[in-house]
C-alpha cells in the first residue's frame, strides 16, 4: 500500500477483554516497530521486527502483550485480559531495507479505550 | 546512553514568522536524524530524514541541518503558517543497533 495502514482506528473494549490491533506496513519494508503512546505523553518502544530475525520484544510492558508478524508482513499485537491503564494510541512504524538508513513511517494508530 | 532534548518544550509565534527549532544528542554515533510533526490524535508524519554523513535536508519551507560533532541539529521553518501548529519531534537512529531514540517533542503554535 502506499502507507502504513493500521486498524481499528479506535477500540472500545470492557476490562478484561483481549483486543488485537492490526499494522498493514509500507510494501517491501522489512522493519517494522510497534510503539505506545499515553495522552499526552511521549513514545514507548514495545517490540521490532526485522526480516526473518527473532524480534525484540524488550519493550513489551507485561506477559499480557504480544505481537507476531506473518509473512514478514502484516503485524498483529495482541492484549490479553485488557486493563484501564493499557488505554493509549498504538503505533505502528516501518522503515526498509536490513540497514539503519530507512526512513521511519507511521499509521495513524490505534486508540484503544479500555473502559 | 544516548540522550535527546528538545528546546523549547513550547513555542508560540504569530503567523509568517521564521523559526529555528532545536533537537540535540548527547552521543555523536548516530546514523540518521529524522524530524517528525504529529497533529492532535493524529501518527507522526515524517518530514526530513537526514543521514549522518549528511549536513541539512530541505523540503519547501523546511530546512534541517546536523551537527554531529556539537550534538545538534535544527529544524527550521521559513514564513510559518497556522497549518504549521502541531507538535515537532526528532529522533536518533543508532549505529550500534535498530533503535531510535525520541526527544520529547515541540509543540508549536501559530498564531494567525
Known amino acids: 500500500g502506499a502507507g502504513v495502514s493500521q486498524s481499528p482506528s479506535n477500540k472500545v473494549t470492557e476490562k478484561g477483554k483481549d483486543v488485537e490491533l492490526r499494522c498493514d506496513p509500507i510494501?517491501?519494508?522489512?522493519?517494522l516497530y510497534w510503539y505506545r503512546q499515553s495522552l499526552g505523553q511521549g513514545l514507548e518502544f514495545l517490540i521490532y521486527?526485522?526480516?526473518?530475525?527473532?524480534?525484540?520484544k524488550s519493550g513489551l510492558p507485561s506477559d499480557r502483550f504480544s505481537a507476531e508478524r506473518t509473512g514478514g508482513s502484516v503485524s498483529t499485537l495482541t492484549i490479553q485480559r485488557t486493563q484501564q491503564e493499557d488505554s493509549a494510541v498504538y503505533l505502528c512504524?516501518?522503515?526498509?531495507?536490513?540497514?539503519?538508513?530507512?526512513?521511519?513511517?507511521f499509521g495513524e494508530g490505534s486508540r484503544l479505550t479500555v473502559l | 546512553k544516548q540522550e535527546v532534548t528538545q528546546i523549547p518544550a513550547a513555542l508560540s509565534v504569530p503567523e509568517g514568522e521564521n523559526l529555528v527549532l532545536n533537537c540535540s544528542f548527547t552521543d555523536s554515533a548516530i546514523y540518521n536524524l529524522q524530524w517528525f510533526r504529529q497533529d492532535p490524535g493524529k501518527g507522526l508524519t515524517s518530514l526530513l530524514l537526514?543521514?549522518?554523513s549528511q549536513r541539512e535536508q530541505t523540503s519547501g519551507r523546511l530546512n534541517a541541518s546536523l551537527d554531529k560533532s556539537s550534538g545538534r541539529s535544527t529544524l527550521y521553518i521559513a514564513a510559518s503558517q497556522p497549518g504549521d501548529s502541531a507538535t515537532y519531534l526528532c529522533a536518533v537512529r543508532l549505529i550500534s543497533n535498530y533503535q531510535l531514540i525520541w526527544g520529547a517533542g515541540t509543540k508549536l503554535i501559530i498564531k494567525p
Open positions: 521486527f526485522q526480516g526473518n530475525s527473532a524480534p525484540d
Open positions: 512504524a516501518s522503515s526498509s531495507g536490513g540497514s539503519n538508513t530507512g526512513e521511519l513511517f
Open positions: 537526514i543521514q549522518s
Open positions: 510494501s517491501g519494508h522489512t522493519a
